[in-house]
């Protein structure tokens, strides 16, 4: 039985003063944890369903899928920020 490899990566959720006295406001919401597929590199959130959709050109461009990722990229997570 192979076991499974589990990615864990943190996120800021308090503010940062950098030292030019910029804040950046930290949005993080704690610890994710991801699964490693290691065949194919991909990761995906461990115990979160996800749909696998294949995207046009143009459907990648679109305000729906600016809704799930605001940069533009792929994978996305299915849960809209606006």
Known sequence: MRAETYIYVGTY???ILFGTGKI???KGQGIYRYRLD?????????????EYVVLTKDEGRSDEHAARHPLMRVPASGRSSR
Request: overall charge negative; cysteine-free.
């Open 13 to 15: 959720t308090a503010p």
């Open 24 to 26: 950046l406001e930290g």
């Open 38 to 50: 290691r065949t194919s590199g991909a990761l995906e959130e461990a115990g979160t369903p996800y």
